[in-house]
């Protein structure tokens, strides 16, 4: 018996050691999911075009226990997908194992937040585990406005459910209006609307998560973002930390379709 136990120790330990980083999700697999989804809307307003945009990226995100990191892909598509006359999804898909989308709504000439949800795949070795988090905003968040002052900050209050973290989480909002500024995408300059979101999460999950977004200004296409996040979540182990640090950026502004 104790020979056998030895034996599973050596597997789990050996599989953790030598599992595989995810690797970048390629413009050409997020076109193809694209194009298996329902994006056949009318548009009347102003929004961004329907497709998948190229971007790359870098960064990494961790875990205290086990101690894991998997990295940014090199390549980050960015997916726009309509969900009705005005309103669509913006999925970034961070590797092939880590991908966010947010829910975005124009109404009354401001951009608003519904909801995101976070889908993260973790390699452990001898098993991987998949943890969804989805987030409801109601009413929705008021984040971009089109005559917005600098200094100007907005707040709103989301909850949330994880797949594999029992309880709701809070998550209190606030989005800071930074400025217009001059944003390189590829060899192109663009004007952008460049916005600072500060959440305060309680509940299972506790801690802090900072975001910077670059916006086009003509049709709030989501050029650039720049993420700091820092949770903790209980378990049977005791805290586990989740620390994040990362920088996504389109090169072009024409989407593939």
Known sequence: M?????????????????RENPGAKSVDEALSDFRQ????????????????YAAVGAGSASLSFPPATQKYGVEVPVTITPTSPNCWLTKVDFNTAYSQQWTYCIENGRLTEHGNTTSTRWDL???TTTNVATFSCEPP???VRSEFVVGEKATYRCLG???????????DVTFEALGRESLMVGDEPVEAFHFREIDV?????????QI???YDAKDLLLLKLVRTVSL??????????????????????????
């Open 212 to 214: 910077d977004y670059w």
């Open 161 to 171: 459910t994880s797949t594999e973290i029992s309880g709701e989480t809070t998550s």
């Open 37 to 52: 989804s329902d994006a056949a809307v009318d548009i009347n307003v102003q929004q961004p075009k329907a497709g998948v």
């Open 232 to 257: 903790r979540t209980d378990s049977p182990v005791g805290d586990i930390t989740y620390k994040e640090n990362g920088e996504v950026a389109l090169i072009t502004r024409v989407p593939r379709s």
């Open 2 to 18: 104790g020979v056998l136990v030895l034996a599973v120790v050596v597997y789990a330990v050996g599989t953790f050691l030598f």
């Open 141 to 143: 968040g008021e984040i």
């Open 125 to 127: 070795g001898a098993f």
């Open 201 to 209: 999460l309680t509940g299972p999950q506790t801690g802090t998560t």
